[in-house]
């Protein structure tokens, strides 16, 4: 998808990161439920 990948990478990291943490956050309510 060019619209993903034309996005500056300053801007990606704040991306990755809440990817990251939503992956983390619904993996620690999976564990937890």
Not at 10 to 26: D, I, Y
């Amino acid at each position: 998808d060019p619209l993903i990948y034309g996005v500056p990478l300053p801007r990606m990291k704040p991306f990755v990161t809440a990817c990251l943490g939503g992956a983390a956050g619904g993996l620690f309510i999976g564990l937890i439920a």
